[in-house]
Structure formats: C-alpha cells, structure tokens
C-alpha cells in the first residue's frame, strides 16, 4: 500500500484541475474533456491506492470500485454507482477529444455544454477525493 504515491495522486489532481480551468477559458472544450478524464482516472486510482488496492491498467476503474466495494467507508460506497457512471462516460471520450475521427475534428464536435459537464464530473469525484485525502489546495 503506497499512501504517499495515492497523496501525490490527489495533490497532483488540484494542480491539473486550474490548467483544466485555463483550458475551459481559452475555449478549447475537446482538451477540457480529454484533461478531465485523464484527472479523473487520476484521482480515482489515487483513492484506489489509498485503500491497499492495486492500480489496474484500465482507464475505466469503475468495475474496481464495484469489485471491492466493502473496502470503502460508507460515504464512498454511497457513490460507487456515480464513480462507475462517470469513469465508464468520461472513458468513451477518451481517444475522441483527443485524437478525433476521420468523420469527427474534436475541436468543433466538442463544445461548451460537453466541456461543463466534464467539469461537472470533475468536481464531482473531487469532493470524493477530499472525503478520502481531506481537504486540500
């Protein structure tokens, strides 16, 4: 179990969410999408490691969560259907915001509304973060 890794996974996490924010300001809504879900899966084997659990090499870990729910204080295991929801919606756009699609230019598919929602996710797993690591940044 490496709790300093999982810290430095959270804390790591605060710092990519303000270079998220300048993504969010300069428009660019594909990046927003692609750098929260690669914040998320962050955070989410942070919390992993933070309970003694191995981190897979899946960016999905929803199914973990679900796998060793009774590892989890109460107020995580509340949420487990949540983590899953959002690591399995914020996986399939992975390699979308990021690359595109011979048929899709992530930069005018992507748009505001994806963007706050992905933000909105964001925030969401945070404040699972803080239950876990505590307050911070």
């Known amino acids: 179990m490496n709790k ?6 959270y804390e790591r ?16 809504y594909a990046d927003v ?9 962050l955070l989410l084997k942070g919390i992993l490691l933070q309970f003694g659990l191995e981190v897979p090499k ?4 929803g199914g ?3 796998k060793h729910e009774s590892l989890f204080p109460h107020a995580i295991r509340m949420q487990i259907a949540r983590i899953s929801t959002i690591s399995k919606d914020l996986r399939r756009d992975r390699e979308l915001a990021f ?10 598919y992507y748009t505001l509304e994806d ?8 925030e969401e797993i945070l404040q699972i973060g803080h239950l876990v690591f505590g307050e911070s940044g």
């Open 4 to 9: 300093k890794l999982a810290r430095d996974y």
């Open 13 to 28: 996490v605060l710092k990519r969410k303000k270079a998220i924010l300048t993504l969010y300001q300069e428009e660019a």
């Open 33 to 41: 999408v692609r750098e929260v879900q690669e914040t998320v899966e």
């Open 58 to 61: 899946l960016h999905d870990v």
């Open 64 to 66: 973990i969560f679900r």
């Open 99 to 108: 690359y595109g699609a011979h048929d899709v230019v992530p930069s005018e």
């Open 115 to 122: 963007a706050e929602k992905a933000l909105g996710y964001l």
